[in-house]
Nanobody, 126 residues
């Protein structure tokens, strides 16, 4: 049974940095594509960043150049480094797996994810 546990959420000032972490159990970060998605009220899940099993990384246009996603296979964790955060980045972020390929932001957004955690709330203060 796959279990994903996000941590690192909280309040951050606009323009500042924040790092989200996700501990993975029941599978490995190298077995499936991994993703960070976020959900805003009244809006569906949006892919933020994805790491496919071949190591390719994809970002949503809104975060490209500001966010960095990576995984640590030894620790079986994935991370999302957020820099120069904007008010629009404030929402709940979920760590997720995507079993089918490709694991890209578009695929995760349009075709869904398989497993996800309880989420980490990110609040942006001005």
């Amino acid at each position: 049974q796959v279990h994903l546990a996000e941590s690192g959420g909280g309040s951050v000032q606009a323009g500042g940095p924040l790092i989200l972490s996700c501990a993975v159990s029941g599978t490995t970060v190298d077995s499936y594509g991994m993703a960070w998605v976020r959900q805003k009220p009244m809006v569906g899940l949006d892919g933020v960043a994805t790491i496919d099993i071949d190591g390719s990384i994809d970002y949503a246009e809104a975060v490209r150049g500001r966010f960095t996603a990576y995984k640590d296979s030894k620790k079986n964790m994935i991370y999302l480094e957020m820099e120069r955060v904007k008010p629009d980045d404030g929402t709940t972020y979920y760590c997720a797996t995507r079993h089918r390929r490709p694991c890209s932001v578009e695929a995760a957004t349009l075709y869904g994810i398989n497993d996800w955690g309880k989420g980490a709330l990110v609040t942006i203060s001005s």
